[in-house]
């Protein structure tokens, strides 16, 4: 695939691990990120509202996306699919824009297929104990889907190796820095900064 100007970056993390509370936090720190909504068979929690957490669809709406290619991926997760809008992603890189994903493992493994230079990051907690913990203090889930979580996780974890970067969400605020640590720095390779600065690399003519 051409490869575009904008950044793309991808998190993914078992459940509980707090890659939303982490993504949320960056975002008020970094106006030059922009998230991706993704599309899901999910129904809404709390106070989401469609088109700002999610654009919730239902099995039919999300069939005709599928049979369309209209996602770069998608997958099922507790039951319920995410996907992510190809049209919506290239807009974003093509405008030069940093877009961020926040999705399971397995969809970040589909983005790389589709943008190899997405930079890849994990979402780990610091042990089972306080997973459990989070996704029961949330107090969100029913006990039984909790149980689901915690199984799925041992298989989203066992993923990391695939992933260019890992932090580990022990203590948020160092969490929140390592986030924001690679964040910037993959902001400061050459062909970013190439593009970003194309003024000073011709005023020291420079090849842009």
């Known amino acids: 695939m051409q490869q575009l100007p904008g950044n793309l970056f991808v998190v993914a993390a078992p459940s509980g691990a707090g890659k939303s509370s982490l993504v949320k936090a960056l975002r008020s720190f970094d106006a030059r990120v ?4 993704s599309h899901t068979t999910r129904a809404p929690r709390g106070q989401e509202k469609h088109g700002r957490e999610y654009f919730f669809a239902s099995e ?3 069939d005709a996306m599928v049979a369309n290619n209209a996602f770069i991926e998608w997958a099922n997760v ?14 974003r890189l093509a405008n030069g824009d940093d877009v961020l994903l926040e999705i399971d493992y397995q969809g970040a493994l589909q983005v790389r297929d ?4 997405a930079v890849l990051i994990f979402i780990l907690p610091p042990s089972w104990e306080e997973l459990r ?7 969100e889930d029913a006990p039984e889907v909790i149980e689901l979580r915690m199984k799925n996780a041992s298989t989203e974890m066992a993923q990391v190796k695939e992933f260019d970067f890992v932090i580990i969400n022990e203590l948020f605020e160092s969490a929140l820095f390592d986030l924001k640590t690679i964040i910037h720095a993959h902001r400061l390779k050459y062909t970013s900064q190439r593009r970003l600065r194309s003024d000073v690399f011709t005023s020291l003519h420079l090849p842009v």
């Open 114 to 117: 589709a943008f190899p230079q």
């Open 133 to 139: 913990s989070r996704l029961e203090n949330r107090g």
């Open 78 to 91: 507790h039951n319920k699919r995410y996907g992510t809008s190809k049209k919506g992603i290239q807009e």
């Open 60 to 62: 039919a709406e999300f």
């Open 34 to 37: 922009y998230p991706s909504v």
